[in-house]
């Protein structure tokens, strides 16, 4: 079994709609991170949680909002979704420490209409 | 504001031949810098990580260089494969990432 996992894996949805994707892990890593990544632009952090009581915003946070809903579960919504939210999310993993790699989930590909 | 530079364009390179692929950063060093390898349609997986202090790292047939004069590092891959063929990121930390690199490995 996949240590991260992303749910859905594909969702289109419409614009204004709220929507809730979801990762959890088994790797008992503290630190939980959501990115998008679009053509051309790389990979851009989101928002990022050391633990289950801390969330911090990232580079690019507006629009977006998330729950670190336990050790093993970092969930990001769209309130009100947006076209150019269109992208490839990615949720990431990785020890609490200094120099620790991390461990991505498969992706969730979002199409807003 | 901090910056993450990769070569945009594709890297074509024969079979056997050593590949290298640069990032540049820009403003203080950053503690490490991590190298990620990505398939089409999937998740980064992790490389290589190398320490501010240190100079160069190995595993196998990778190795990367950390140039805290020039700004940049080096990922290199010894006697390249078809199946190297992937785009390669470069990442400041785990706080900022570049475009990445397309790598070809041609047969």
């Known amino acids: 079994d996949a240590d991260v996992t992303q749910t859905p894996r594909n969702r289109i949805t419409k614009t204004g709609k709220r929507i809730m994707l979801e990762c959890s892990q088994t790797?008992?890593?503290?630190?939980m991170y959501w990115y998008r990544q679009d053509p051309g632009l790389g990979l851009r952090l989101i928002y990022y949680s050391f633990d289950v009581k801390d969330i911090n915003k990232g580079e690019i946070s507006d629009g977006y909002s998330v729950s670190r809903q336990a050790q093993a579960k970092f969930s990001l919504s769209l309130e009100s979704a947006i076209p150019n939210q269109t992208a490839l999310y990615f949720c990431a993993t990785s020890e609490a420490g200094t120099y620790n790699e991390q461990f991505f989930g498969p992706g969730t590909r979002l199409t807003v209409l | 504001s901090q910056k993450i530079e990769q070569n945009s364009e594709a890297l074509n390179i024969q079979e056997g031949k050593t590949a290298t692929l640069t990032c540049n950063y820009t403003?203080?060093?950053?503690?490490?810098l991590q190298w990620y390898r990505q398939d089409p349609g999937r998740g980064p997986v992790f490389l290589l990580l190398?320490?501010?202090?240190?100079k160069e790292k190995r595993k196998e047939r990778l190795k990367v260089t950390f140039d805290t004069t020039l700004k940049q590092s080096l990922f290199h891959i010894t006697a390249s494969q078809p199946a190297d063929s992937a785009t390669y990121l470069c990442a400041r930390e785990w706080i900022i990432f570049g475009k990445g690199t397309r790598l070809h490995i041609l047969p």
């Open positions: 790797k008992g890593h503290d630190r």
């Open positions: 403003n203080y060093s950053p503690a490490y």
């Open positions: 190398i320490r501010e202090n240190e």
